[in-house]
């Protein structure tokens, strides 16, 4: 942030206006001006409407003016924050899918347990028995009908990366691990410090 004395210094630059000129406007000396510049002095209230008539600006536009090099660090600040808030959009996104696959990824998991564990059967399932349920879980008919097109919608809405498509259970599980790695590499590249 600026003080009085450099907005005061770099006006009257801007408008060509000598330390002399501007001393004699305000009845004092070339030194005395100086010093008020350099922050030695304070600039008062009857200075400031002084130098207001001189610079042809308003007290309240002084005191709000802004140099060229405060500007660019402000606009440098507001990239920054933008850079900042879209790799936070970015992270919610990735979030926000990740929480989608695993989702589905469970309610369909969940389904196979239910329909392989829990059906009365004697002996356990072997893996081909679980990978066979699987497929039949997330598989949708081939039909064209009104109700088979909402299915796949649906299926297609509830998985971005649709790795509950795959028919074997064993590759489903690789491919959420996948996402689970590439969403924790991303987590750490996103780190921000505000």
Avoid: C
């Amino acid at each position: 942030m600026q003080h009085l004395h450099e907005k005061v210094r770099a006006i009257r630059l801007r408008k060509g206006i000598t330390q002399e000129q501007a001393g004699s406007h305000l009845n004092t000396t070339k030194s005395n001006y100086n010093r008020m510049e350099k922050g030695h002095v304070e600039v008062s209230p009857s200075k400031l409407i002084k130098l207001a008539e001189l610079f042809e600006m308003t007290p309240e536009a002084i005191a709000s003016f802004q140099t060229e090099e405060a500007q660019s660090a402000a606009r440098s600040e507001l990239e920054q924050l933008r850079e900042r808030v879209a790799r936070l959009e970015g992270y919610v996104a990735q979030t926000d899918q990740l929480l989608t696959e695993s989702a589905t990824f469970f309610r369909y998991f969940e389904r196979l347990l239910n329909e392989v564990f829990y059906q009365g059967k004697d002996q356990p399932a072997s893996l081909e028995d679980l990978n066979r349920e699987w497929a039949r879980l997330v598989s949708y008919s081939g039909e064209n009908t009104e109700a088979a097109q909402r299915e796949r919608a649906q299926h297609q809405m509830e998985s971005p990366l649709m790795a509950a498509k795959l028919s074997q259970l064993e590759m489903v599980v690789q491919a959420m691990q996948s996402v689970f790695r590439f969403y924790e590499a991303g987590k750490a590249q996103t780190t921000f410090r505000l």
